[in-house]
Every structure is written in C-alpha cells, then in structure tokens.
C-alpha cells in the first residue's frame, strides 16, 4: 500500500539533455521526444544561447518540468550539483565550438557547464557546427582533451549546414543520437572502453558492374556492419563506415564513405585502415567481377537476342591485404573478418571457420550459419566468435546490436592494458 508521504521512487533512467546555442537546437526537440517517449526521465539544462533559437517555454512544456539555463534560480535546491550528481547520462545537442571550449576549459559560468563538473556518469557531446569550426585547431584539440577525459564526443555527420554550404558539421540525426543513449545506458559502464580509438568497420554488399543498369551483387543489407559502427561510436571510438550500397540512417558519430565495387571499397578501405586501431571487414565483397563493363546499356538487338557467357575475374581480397599489409608495417591493428557459412556432411560451420580463420590471418573471425531466417537482410544473427589464439565464443540468437556489442567485448579482450 502506498501513503501520500512516500516518496515516489521513480525508476527511469534520469538524463540530462543539454542544449548549446546553435541552429540545431531545434532538433533537440526531437530527441528529448525520443528520449521520454522510451522510458527516460529528461531535464532539459540549455545555454543562454540556445534559448535564443529555442525558447524555455518549449523546452518546459515538453519535458513538464522548469528549465533554466543559469544556476541562480531554484538555489535552495542547489541545482549546479544535483543535476550532475543524479544523472545516469548526461547527453549534450547540439555540442557548440563555444560548449567544447567551456567543457574542456573546466568553467562552470552556467548552469550546463556546472552540470558537466559535477557528472560523475557517462557523458555523449554530440558537436555541430560549421567545418571551419569544426577543423580549428583548437575546436581539435578541445574535443581530444575532453576523449582523453572519457567524453564520447560523436564525430558530426556530413551534409548540409546552415546555408548553402555543405561538409562536416551536421548534428547526426536525432534518432542515431537516441539509439547512442539508450545503448550507453544499456551498458550501465561510465568508462568507454573504445576511447581514443580509431576503427573501420566495412558494411554492406559490393556491386560489380555488367554495364550501367546491371551488376552482380549480394543480399547484404548492412545492418550488422551499421550496428558495429554505431556500437563502436557508443563506445567511444572514432568510427569510419565504409559502406556499399546501403540504404539505412547514419550511426550517430561514424564518418560514412560511401563505396559501390569491391575495388571502390578495397581503396577507401585501405585508406581509412591506414593508422587505425581496429579494421572490422564486415561486408560482403563480391569476389569475383565481369572482365569487362560495357559503357552503354547492352541492349538485346546487340547480341543478336541471345547473350553471351559474362567472363568474370577474381577480386582482390582486402581482408588478406590488411593483414599483410599489417605485418609489413609492424603495427598492432586488430583485423576481424565475418564470414557467412552453410555446413555440410564432411565438415561443420565451424570447420569451415577454423579453416578460413587460419587462411586469412585475421585476428578474429564472426562466423554465422546462413539460413533459417538468420544472416542476410534479418533483424537478428547467432555467431561465434573464433579468435586466433584458440578463443571460441558463441553468441545465441539475439538483435544485431547485441551481436556488435558481444563482437566488440571480444575485440576488447585482445586490445593491450
Ligand atoms: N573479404 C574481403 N575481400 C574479398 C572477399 C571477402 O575482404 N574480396 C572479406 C569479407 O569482408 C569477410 C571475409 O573476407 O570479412 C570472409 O569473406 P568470405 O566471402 O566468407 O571469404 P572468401 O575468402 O571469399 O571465402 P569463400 O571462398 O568461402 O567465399
């Protein structure tokens, strides 16, 4: 039974969503509906600037609770310390230049800089602003002070800024940033474990052209490699997504280059692997490619009604290639491969990955049985998680992110204490 003194004891996550001033206040609208909406309980903590874009009448009605960007209101219930005492995460979009600046310095000259001192939970800036901003030496070296502190300051998202002009700067979707709370939460961990790391994740299906309309492809839809991505990013990491024909939302914090052939994502793939900590080859490379692409459409009158065998040729294989490309260079980069298996009498899914393990020379290989409704396009996977030094872990049927998350404690097992 309850009596009216009781303090009600309210289960639900308590997160702080700061607001800084710039355009993209607007869309933090959005998030704080995403957040209530799943079951978060949400104080709003703007800048004074960002109530110059949005106003706290906004803010207030829709979080039903005060707003204030200062810490001389409400004083008697000392909210510059509570706030960031109580918080199970506080989640800051739009992260302005002016906001990083302030965080990274230790100033406490507003109510969401005091909130920021005194969190003791994970924190998730997520920056926007525009590229110059952004690329200013010392926008960089405020956001490397404030990972080296265990912020997950997500990476922007590309695309157009306020104006015409277009680049780096863009507040990843709410949706994305949303997902990133919810998983951090999730994890229950204050410290991100993939912090101050850089890792490539490649996702999707390659293309090879037979002429402009027509290629042979694969039925990867990308999900599993955009839930790595968007996991990793969670975790702290600097994310590259290379990403070949895919039609999912950005993960929030991952730069996504976007590739079609398996020779397209063997080049920005060895690029963005050049210096990074973990390469994750996710996708699924075509291995083999027409010899040939016929510049205009191959229509019927031109092989007489009846075509003619299309020669194909080997691909290169950019798992084999990182890996030797490591062991040229010296360097401790962790390479993990997938690989999508189907059993037969002679020999098992896992005999086959054993196999494959060993003949690329990657240090960890996710291995699934494709079929019965799992791998390809599906919603979940069941994996095991082979790893060079003998380790085995199985991963029962679950949601692809859950799947990224067992793949990177993996990945966590082998990187250096
Ligand atoms: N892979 C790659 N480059 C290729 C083909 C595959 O980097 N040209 C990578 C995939 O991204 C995956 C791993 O290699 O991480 C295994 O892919 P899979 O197609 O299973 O391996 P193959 O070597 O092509 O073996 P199989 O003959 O069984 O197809």
């Known amino acids: 039974m309850t009596h009216r003194d009781d303090p009600v004891v309210d289960a639900r996550p308590f997160v702080v969503l700061g607001v800084g001033g710039g355009i993209a206040a607007y869309k933090a609208a959005e998030l704080l ?5 799943s079951g ?16 706290a009448a906004t803010w207030s009605a829709l979080s039903g609770k005060p707003v204030s960007a200062e810490v001389w209101d409400d004083v008697h219930e000392v909210p ?67 990972r080296a502190r265990g912020v997950i300051v997500l990476d922007p998202a590309v695309g157009r800024l306020t104006g015409a002009d277009t680049g780096p700067g863009r507040l ?16 229950g961990v204050a410290e991100p474990d993939l912090a101050g790391l850089t890792v490539v994740v490649s996702a ?4 090879e052209h037979v002429d402009p309309v027509r290629f042979l492809g694969n039925r990867s839809s990308g999900k599993q490699g955009y839930a790595l991505a968007a996991s990793a990013a969670a975790r702290g990491a ?62 019927k009158d031109d092989v007489d009604g009846v075509p003619g065998p299309i020669e194909l040729e080997r691909t290169a294989d950019i798992l084999a290639e990182l890996v030797s490309r490591r062991a ?39 291995v699934n049985e494709v079929g019965d409704g799992l791998g390809f396009e599906s919603e979940d996977n069941e994996v095991v998680v082979l790893g060079a030094n003998g380790s085995s872990s199985a991963v029962p049927r679950a949601g692809k992110r859950v799947i990224a998350e067992a ?8 990187l250096p204490r």
């Open 33 to 37: 509906r995403l957040l209530s909406e």
């Open 407 to 414: 793949v990177w404690d993996c990945v966590g097992a082998l």
């Open 238 to 299: 600097r994310v590259v997504l290379v990403s070949a024909n895919v039609s999912l939302p950005d993960p929030a914090g991952a730069t996504v280059v976007r590739v079609t052939s398996a020779e397209h994502m063997r080049v920005a793939v060895l690029a963005a692997a050049e210096g990074a900590d973990i390469v994750v080859m996710a996708a699924a490379v075509a291995d083999f490619r027409p010899v040939s692409t016929a510049a205009h459409k191959i229509k």
């Open 40 to 55: 978060h309980d949400v104080t709003v903590v703007p800048t004074r600037a960002a109530l110059k874009f949005v106003g």
């Open 204 to 207: 999707g299906g390659t293309r």
């Open 328 to 366: 040229s260079a010296g360097s401790r980069q962790i390479i993990v491969g997938f690989a999508a298996e189907t059993g037969d009498p002679a020999t098992s899914v896992l005999e086959y990955g054993r196999a494959k393990l060993a003949r690329k020379g990657c240090d960890l290989l996710v």
């Open 80 to 146: 510059h310390v509570r706030l960031g005492q109580r918080a199970d995460l506080v989640v800051v979009a739009p992260a302005t230049a002016d906001l990083l600046a302030r965080a990274a310095q230790g100033l406490a000259d507003d109510l969401l800089a005091n909130v920021l001192l005194t969190a003791r939970c994970p924190v998730v800036m997520a920056p926007a602003m525009h590229t110059e901003m952004w690329e200013h030496p010392s926008t960089r070296a405020n956001v490397a002070t404030l």
């Open 172 to 187: 990843p979707e709410p949706a994305a940033i949303a997902q990133a709370c919810s998983e951090i939460l999730a994890r």
